[in-house]
């Protein structure tokens, strides 16, 4: 089945710790994406990459940092520069020319920082 | 900048009836893409609905249809039909390119009851 997987569901670590957020895809994409969402708020862009060796950051990139090594994964690291981490993780990615240009979700990750 | 928003935090709709989701959008880009998500409580992100910006027709999948009023720059959602199962978030987002990449910004979403 094709699909993307994001590990773990749940994810607790200690304040000052970094952290690896995992992100593989099976379905052949060319661009990934990762997505902050807190409480009661919308999707937030944290980093996107269009091919492999390549990435750009979004709009609050500050205190994350991501790799690309290879088309089928896309690690997030929430290193302890991130101020306020506790949040719910998205992974997304998209085909090129994918049928109107959707982007499909991961099951996402929620991170909590004690 | 590019921005969408989604007035209505909650709302609430009888099952079997219908319902709107309002959503409005700002780009100077003519060609964009306008999407409906779906969020259940498991987090999860369902796609539910596309509209492009040259597109002449209104889209529509089963229950769910996008009225697109491109000169209002709104593209609400309507759930005709209402159902339990449809009690979620929905996010509005749209597709914006700029210099070749693809991004896409999202409302901070509407909570949707139905009730029995």
């Known amino acids: 089945d094709g699909g993307i997987t994001q590990s773990p569901k749940y994810l607790f670590r200690k304040e000052g710790q970094n952290v690896t957020l995992s992100c593989e895809q099976n379905l052949n994409h060319d661009a990934m994406y990762w997505y902050r969402q807190d409480p009661g708020q919308g999707l937030r862009l944290i980093y996107y990459s269009q091919i492999v060796n390549d990435f750009q950051k979004g709009d609050i990139a500050e205190g994350y940092s991501v790799s690309r090594e290879k088309k089928e994964s896309f690690p997030l690291t929430v290193t302890s520069a991130q101020k306020n981490p506790t949040a719910f993780y998205l992974c997304a990615s998209r085909p090129r020319g994918g049928r109107d240009d959707e982007q499909f979700f991961g099951p996402g990750t929620r991170l909590t920082v004690l | 900048a590019q921005k969408i928003t989604q007035t209505q935090p909650g709302m609430f709709v009888q099952e079997k009836e219908a319902v709107t989701l309002d959503c409005t959008y700002d780009?100077?880009?003519?060609?964009?893409?306008l999407f409906w998500y779906k969020q259940p409580s498991s987090g999860e992100m369902i796609f539910l609905i596309y509209q492009g910006s040259y597109d002449q027709q209104n889209a529509t999948e089963g229950r769910y249809s996008l009225n697109f009023q491109k000169a209002r720059k709104s593209a609400n959602l309507v759930i005709s039909a209402s159902q339990l199962g449809d009690s979620a978030m929905y996010f509005c987002?749209?597709?914006?390119?700029?210099?070749?990449?693809?991004?896409?910004?999202f409302g901070t979403g509407t909570r949707l009851k139905v009730l029995a």
């Open positions: 987002a749209m597709r914006e390119a700029t210099s070749g990449t693809y991004k896409y910004i």
């Open positions: 780009t100077s880009d003519p060609s964009y893409g």
